[in-house]
């Protein structure tokens, strides 16, 4: 569903930030990518979303090369960005209804699922006012909802718990589990261990560049007395 093979990435064509990245999320599988400050994990994002090019190695998503097919793989996912940056002056409804354009979504669709994450997330009463007048959560949320309405095969958010009340995290755990249910795909980074120990069915943990382990969380555990953030911290703890 989504296979990074042997991924490199070098910001200045003499150090490598991201090395020799190999990994496969499956289909109807909510993987959660960890790492330290500076690990990698938004170049790796930005990679499989297109925005930067690998240095070297193939991203396939949905079947595609996003490299050679960028309109095929694009059409198979969405992407929330670590930074809720969207147009200011339009209003979220129209924000939401740009999203639909531009992935199709039928009339019928697009009003139900609207509805459904825009009140469940609160944000349904302000979608007739201009996104300059929301806050960074509510800008945030109203992403969310954007990524989620067209139904994709693979939702792809990079630190989406930031700027999140509990509440509002809640909601969003609980559709990434929802759609993962429906056989859709979530491939998430955090650094919210107890959200990636309590969602995901697998974790990667990258360090330094390095994909260190993609794993079970109990695997990664390898005991039922510790916690992935002990795990993770002894992994990832320099010499
Ligand atoms: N545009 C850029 N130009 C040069 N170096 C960059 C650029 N963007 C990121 N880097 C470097 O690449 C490395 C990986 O950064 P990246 O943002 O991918 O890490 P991250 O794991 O997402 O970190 P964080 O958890 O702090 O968000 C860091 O050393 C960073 O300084």
Redesign the pocket.
């Given at each position: 569903m989504l296979v990074l093979k042997d991924v490199s990435k070098s910001?200045?064509k003499q150090k490598n930030?991201v090395e020799n990245i190999s990994l496969e999320v499956k289909k109807g599988e909510i993987m959660g990518f960890i790492?330290?400050?500076?690990?990698?994990?938004?170049?790796?994002i930005k990679m499989i979303t297109g925005i930067l090019s690998p240095s070297s190695g193939i991203i396939k998503v949905n079947g595609f090369d996003i490299s050679k097919s960028p309109v095929e793989a694009k059409g198979s996912f969405t992407y929330v960005p670590?930074y809720p940056a969207i147009f200011d002056s339009i209003k979220g409804i129209d924000y939401l209804n740009f999203i639909g354009d531009m992935y199709d979504v039928s009339v019928e669709m697009r009003k139900e699922r609207i509805e459904k994450f825009t009140k469940e997330f609160q944000i349904y009463d302000a979608l007739t006012q201009p996104v300059n007048s929301y806050s960074h959560g509510m800008k945030q949320k109203l992403i969310i909802s954007g990524a989620l309405l067209p139904k994709p095969e693979i939702f792809i958010l990079d630190?989406p718990m930031v700027g999140l009340d509990p509440y509002s995290a809640k909601i969003l755990k609980d559709l990434m589990k929802e759609h993962c249910d429906n056989g859709g795909t979530v491939f998430f980074?955090s650094?919210g261990l107890e959200v990636v120990e309590n969602i995901c069915d697998r974790v990667a943990i990258?360090h330094k560049g390095k994909l260190i382990v993609c794993d079970t969380v109990e695997n990664i555990k390898k005991s039922d007395d510790t916690t992935l953030e002990k795990v993770f911290l002894e992994m990832t703890k320099d010499e």
């Open positions: 910001y200045d930030v790492g330290p400050n500076g690990a990698g994990k938004t170049t790796t670590d630190e980074s650094h990258i």
